[in-house]
């Protein structure tokens, strides 16, 4: 007993030496719960709000790592009962937006059908190209009304029932509830291409841009910090340039943000010649890291690819968020009224996410580290409560048309206002109201905008 307390005091002596810290107050951790230690001090020196993390003494070191980090975590940190920093797993840590996880093909919002919030059927928001949906004859805009001939209850795990592989039953109908057909569907690894959809329209001898952009990733491959989508956006820009646009409309609807490089890519090859070489977005951490502060610029290199925007109108929802409202915010100082939102608020996230790791240990840290602002000081620039439209005009729940249909209602909003007939604004009255509950796009949420590894 004697050479076990022995050996458990130097086994915490050593690791205090080697994580060079000289907090007295942790010499009592259990040496199995070392993890927690060094969540601590990690979120300790680089947690945003650092100075709101409880004393050694007022936390459980034996805690599950989860449940310790969450300990840790600022009431500032996220909102509307969720937190932005988080912990995961290195075996659960996929980013299945790089195409390395099975799907349908086919994003989703699940609305509750009853008044007791028992039930679910699901709005179909866009497939997938080259996927299972894409390869059956559903549409967007189509709901789901029952999986596997059973209606949709809200305990049941619609990732796993859905993704698992093995063929699926869907009952798909309209609006009202009324079933009108089932198909069969087993989930495949596709590629979810950020780039969904480029082209240009001619309205008027007026030549008008149209991205429909997904999400900030870089490529599929090396852990998806390769190049090959970017490559893909460049291509696409490069089109657009040869065109010699007009206007420009980024649809962002669906685009819960990613990382910092793509957002930079994106920003710069939108914004207008003068802007090149000027800041993009400022980086702010906490008062411990003042070293860190530091800007981007837009990037002068890829002049070859910048379109020179002059008028610009941005598609947004609720789920616009992080990267794709770093772009919106470093616009907005060089575009000022020419850069118009159309569509609903966005979610506010204005602040970035480091990923830590250890080799001793199985988590991921993904904890908020900074506030993220335009070229502008951050109290001139924060929008932690989202960008309100200029056009505020809600996805309709039926009738949809496909994404790039200039029939689809709030591209051909955009379209009208540009050929200057006004907004042609549907009547929200006559819509059965809904009640949204959650969406296939949470998996792809990222708590803040991704920052290279420190």
């Known amino acids: 007993m004697k050479n076990y307390t022995f050996y458990s005091l130097l086994y915490i002596l050593l690791l205090s030496a080697i994580s060079c ?97 028992t039930k679910i059927q699901l709005k179909i928001l866009y497939i997938l190209p080259n996927s299972p949906a894409a390869n059956s004859d559903l549409q967007r805009g189509e709901w789901v009304h029952t999986i596997n001939n059973q209606t949709i209850p809200t305990t049941m795990d619609i990732s796993s029932t859905l993704y698992s592989g093995t063929e699926v039953t869907l009952g798909i109908g309209d609006v009202e509830g009324e079933e009108l057909r089932s198909i069969k569907l087993t989930a495949q690894m596709v590629e979810d291409h950020p ?26 491959d090396n852990n998806g910090y390769g190049d090959g989508f970017d490559q893909d ?41 003068e802007a090149l070489g000027d800041i993009f977005c400022q980086m702010i951490y906490n008062q411990d890291q003042q070293n860190k502060n530091s800007s981007l610029p837009f990037d002068q290199s890829l002049s070859g690819y910048n379109i020179d925007t002059k008028r610009l109108y941005v598609l947004t929802s609720s789920r616009t968020a992080s990267a794709s409202e770093v772009v919106i915010n470093g616009l907005k100082p060089f575009l000022g009224n020419n850069l118009t939102l159309v569509g609903t608020q966005t979610e506010g996230k204005n602040v970035g996410s480091v990923t830590y790791t250890d080799d001793r240990f199985e988590w991921e840290l993904y904890p908020i580290v900074c506030y993220i602002s335009n070229k502008n000081p951050l109290e001139e620039a924060d929008y932690s409560e989202g960008f309100s439209p200029d056009v505020p005009l809600s996805e309709p729940n039926s009738s949809l048309y496909e994404l790039g249909d200039t029939r689809e209602y709030m591209l051909a909003t955009v379209l009208n206002l540009l050929a200057g007939s006004g907004a042609n604004f549907r009547s929200e009255s006559i819509e059965k109201e809904l009640i949204p509950a959650y969406s296939s796009l949470d998996q792809k949420t990222n708590r803040g905008m991704l920052l290279p590894g420190q």
């Open 21 to 117: 810290t000289d907090d007295k107050d942790k010499i009592g951790i259990d040496p199995d719960q070392s993890v927690n230690e060094w969540i601590y001090e990690t979120m300790e020196e680089n947690y945003l709000w650092n100075t709101e993390i409880p004393a050694t003494s007022q936390v459980n070191f034996s805690a599950d790592p989860e449940d310790f980090f969450i300990s840790l975590l600022s009431s500032n940190d996220g909102k509307e009962g969720y937190y932005y920093s988080t912990i995961k797993s290195k075996s659960s840590s996929t980013k299945s937006y790089h195409g390395d996880g099975l799907t349908l093909g086919f994003e989703y919002q699940a609305y509750y059908t009853d008044n007791q919030r």
């Open 195 to 220: 780039v969904f959809l480029d082209t240009i329209y001619s309205i008027q001898n007026r030549q008008i841009g149209y991205l429909v952009y997904n999400h900030f990733t870089s490529d599929p």
């Open 233 to 273: 956006l460049k291509a696409a820009f490069a089109r657009f340039k040869n065109t010699n646009l007009n206007d420009f409309i980024l649809d962002l609807r669906y685009n819960n943000g990613g990382l910092v490089s793509c957002a930079q890519l994106l920003g710069t090859m939108l914004a207008p010649a």
